[in-house]
């Protein structure tokens, strides 16, 4: 038989488990990191009700109204990538002690006034997209031309975000950023496959039945990070740079 556990035993015990519950300890600060991705998650969202307002009441046709409201409903994306990413990078180094809410909200203000540009290069890139889906998506070289012209506007926006968000407002011009962006990936191009590959799996997941929207709402936090956490790993060209958030 083993023997009973002696009272230094116990009361060793007792000690880990108060410093595990304690309100400044491991748990406290695990679940308060949990609660900081949910509030970035969500405030990335609700930038994006524009989006799910048209898909919902119009959704994707071959008139002009519609390749116009969708390019339309795509502005804030921009200004909330950017926001998005810098409080990803405020929650990986500050974990739950971060204020993802208020980095996000005042970054989006940021974005609006810094990435305008960014938010009108993308409209007019959706919008000649669309217009060639429209007039020539019977053919299957166009459609996978469309994904392919997609998924570099993507990986450009992406791109365009991490410089930005790498330096104080203003410190760089757009034409500029966007060079310093697409020689960085130049220079890494695994780095971008990954960002692609990071959003394609975290939108498979939301797929799934039962718990895909539950995961919604934390996936922008999360696919962020893992961008973040790509760029470090990875070394991207700006990798010093993104460690630094004024």
Excluded: K
């Amino acid at each position: 038989m083993s023997a009973a556990p002696t009272t230094s035993q116990r009361g060793g015990a007792m000690a880990r488990a108060r410093v595990l519950l304690a309100l400044d300890g491991p748990l406290a600060a695990t679940v308060l990191t949990v609660f900081r991705s949910f509030v970035l998650s969500v405030s990335f969202i609700g930038c994006l009700v524009p989006v799910l307002a048209f898909t919902a009441l119009v959704g994707w046709q071959a008139t002009h109204l519609a390749v116009w409201l969708g390019s339309v409903a795509l502005l804030p994306l921009a200004p909330a990538t950017y926001a998005l990413l810098r409080g990803a990078r405020a929650l990986l180094s500050q974990r739950g002690d971060a204020p993802t809410g208020r980095e996000f909200w005042t970054s989006f203000a940021r974005g609006c006034r810094d990435l305008w540009w960014a938010a009108l290069g993308l409209g007019v890139v959706v919008v000649v997209l669309q217009y060639d889906l429209a007039l020539f998506g019977g053919t299957d070289a166009v459609v996978l031309l469309a994904a392919v012209a997609a998924a570099l506007a993507v990986v450009l926006l992406i791109g365009v975000c991490v410089v930005a968000a790498a330096q104080p407002a203003g410190v760089r011009g757009p034409l500029e950023t966007v060079t310093v962006a697409m020689r960085a990936m130049a220079r890494r191009p695994h780095i971008a496959l990954s960002w692609l590959l990071l959003i394609g799996v975290g939108l498979a997941v939301t797929a799934l039945p039962l718990i895909g929207p539950a995961i919604a709402l934390f996936l922008p936090a999360t696919v962020a990070a893992g961008i973040h956490i790509c760029n470090d790993a990875l070394r991207l060209p700006l990798n010093d740079e993104t460690r630094q958030t004024p």
